[in-house]
């Protein structure tokens, strides 16, 4: 059955070979239609709505499209479908429909409207997915520019010059974009800092109100205070900086052992001490100098024993005081608590997770419950080494893994100058993930849902040369969650049941894998899908599947594996199977044994067949 399943899989993938074969502008298989009818209620509903010294209501009648031509003046076709729409110095007065109406006109590449006398807000970009030059200039277009046209994937131009913007510019990242102008507007805040946005000269973005930042000489004032920015040598990148609150912690906990006149004795000198201290060891530092930072200030106080149980004896190189005097960067900040790498005075790293809101649970409870996952040691998962329990404090002290995470090699520095992350390293990823979760599942079998949050940033990478190992991490905190409300922020809480108000189960944690699949395959951040298109689109799933139904598969793709075309075929194994594994209904997706042993099944039939995988279509 699991062959067939697989066969059927394979067939599809053929399907969507032949069907990229065709490049530019994909259509359906069926017959090229000589116009299509969405699109030319679009275009009708800005010809009903606009002025113009240009007799449209003459001349845009009858079909907009002949295959190829068009006899709608500034409309350009191509196999049926409207690519062009140039509309410019024609005196449109007014404003833009306030409908989508460009919306259906699926295969838009060029919109100009420049030159005219068009007010009120720009258009509506969203499902555009050709549109490569964009022309808005000289008009009278005010409000912001929107978000959304970050996601125009194959933008080339953007020219928005002499309107009336305001707002703040949007990162554009896209590294199609070659040309992209917004001078003379009434734009503020700063230039986004970014590969793609700093190619383009100043004159692309003078005469604005209150613009900052290169390229312009104009510096940006120094708000929000620049506590961040240390990039490290050895391909760290931003952490930030920041002193532990332990002292002021333990000394709210004695606080309350002692009276209340002797705690707040105590609790003045404390405060002043500290004052005094952080005046000259630099608290509330500024500047990009990497300076001593402790997680704890007071290190040499003997009150302030942790009592730190250890898995593994060999791993027990540290103890409590060593530990408080570590050197300590915030590595981020998550729903859980605060992730913090820890240099201790040795040189060795450790991860330390000081969990929030956990009070709720005993100690033994916490115990008994850390026994369970720091014995739960595998490849694929990252070691826990030791854990503290103290009423005031939670801590879970992990391995340090110093290669960053899947989030991080996917989506930083998108854009020119970005070290691609290809296929075969990708593929690597998948599979440990895979076998990680399923290890977990298999060895927590009382956890409801034994990992919980497993997304792209707690997906761990070692490298060993070209090769790439993942480890996953924050794993089994759900049942030290209290309130459902807490839950929903995991990884989980994006799970359609969830959602439903209903329990979760195992099965959740495939969703999540099945969102990370996605998310290697395609390149697209699951966090921003929805932002992205304006909520037309509840997860990446979603995303995935429109596109599939409308047969541009290859349009998943990332760009960055587009070019390994041999391997494509694999690729849409794996969408399907992802989308099998993000099914709304929990019991309809595969459980994560299963999902490995596709995996290995089909890394088997693709050796077996080199690289021909011959299709019979
Ligand atoms: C619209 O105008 C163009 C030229 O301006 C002309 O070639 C075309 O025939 C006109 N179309 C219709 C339907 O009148
Ligand atoms: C339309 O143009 C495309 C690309 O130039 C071409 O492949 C196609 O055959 C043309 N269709 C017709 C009906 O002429
Ligand atoms: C277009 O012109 C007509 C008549 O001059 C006017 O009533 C209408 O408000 C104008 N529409 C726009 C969008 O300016
Ligand atoms: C833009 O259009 C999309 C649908 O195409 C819609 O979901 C979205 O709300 C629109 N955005 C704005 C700002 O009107
Ligand atoms: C787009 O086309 C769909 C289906 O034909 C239609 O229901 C929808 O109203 C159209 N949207 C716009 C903004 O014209
Ligand atoms: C941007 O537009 C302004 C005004 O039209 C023009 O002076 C300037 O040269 C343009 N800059 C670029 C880089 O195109």
Known sequence: MGYSALKIALIFACYAVQLSGKIGVVLSVDQVKDYFPEERDGLLQLRDFINSTSNLHGNWTGPPCYKNDSRWTGIACLNGHVTDLILEGIQITGSLPQTPFLRNITFLTKLSLRNNFIRGPL??????????????????????????????????KLELQQNSLTGSIPPFDQPTLTMLN????????????????????????????????????????????????????????????????????????????????????YYYRKLHGKDAKGDQSGEGYVGTEEKKMYWSENTDDP???????????????????????????????????????????????????????TNAMSNREFVRQMQLLGNARHENLAEIISFHYSKEEQLVIYEFIPYGSLFELLHENRGAGRVPLNWTARLSIIKDTAKGLAYLHQSL???????????????????????????????????????????????????????????????ADVYCFGIILLEVITGKNPGEISRANEGMFDDLSDWVRSVVNSDRLTDVLDVEILSARKEHDVMFILVEMA?????????KRPNMSEVLRRIEEMEQVNKQNGDNITCIL
């Not at 003379?184 to 946005?197: A, E, F």
């Not at 070209?466 to 030290?480: A, E, R």
């Not at 989308?579 to 019991?587: I, Q, V």
Request: net charge positive.
């Open 182 to 265: 917004v001078s003379y507007n009434h734009l503020t805040g700063r230039i986004p800092s970014n590969q793609v946005l700093s190619r383009f000269p100043e004159s692309s973005y003078d005469h604005n109100s209150a613009l900052c930042g290169q390229p312009l000489g104009t510096p940006c004032k120094a708000h929000p205070p620049p506590r961040t920015a240390d990039v490290s040598s050895n391909g760290e990148t931003k952490e930030t900086l920041e002193i532990w609150r332990f002292s002021l912690i333990a000394a709210s906990a004695v606080l309350v052992s002692l009276s209340v006149m002797l705690g707040f004795i």
């Open 579 to 587: 989308l099998e594994c993000t099914d709304m209904m929990p019991e």
């Open 123 to 156: 258009p509506n970009l969203t499902n555009l997915l050709y549109l490569e030059l964009v022309l808005l200039s000289q008009n009278r277009f005010s409000g912001s520019i929107p978000l959304t046209y970050i996601n125009l994937p194959r933008l080339k």
């Open 445 to 507: 079998p009382d956890h409801r849902v034994p990992h919980g949050n497993i997304k792209s940033s707690n997906v761990l990478i070692q490298r060993d040369g070209q090769n790439h190992q993942s480890k996953l991490t924050d794993f089994g905190l759900l049942p030290f969650l209290t309130s459902r409300k807490s839950m929903g922020k995991l990884a989980v809480g994006k799970s359609p049941e969830f959602s439903l108000g209903r329990q979760l189960t195992y099965k």
């Open 303 to 357: 009150e302030r024993m942790l009592k730190l149980e250890f898995f593994d004896k060999r791993r027990q190189v540290f103890d409590s005081h060593e530990l408080l005097r570590a050197k300590a960067k915030v590595m981020g900040k998550g729903k859980l608590g605060t992730t913090y790498k820890a240099v201790l005075e040795s040189g060795h790293a450790v991860v330390v997770k000081r969990l929030r809101d």
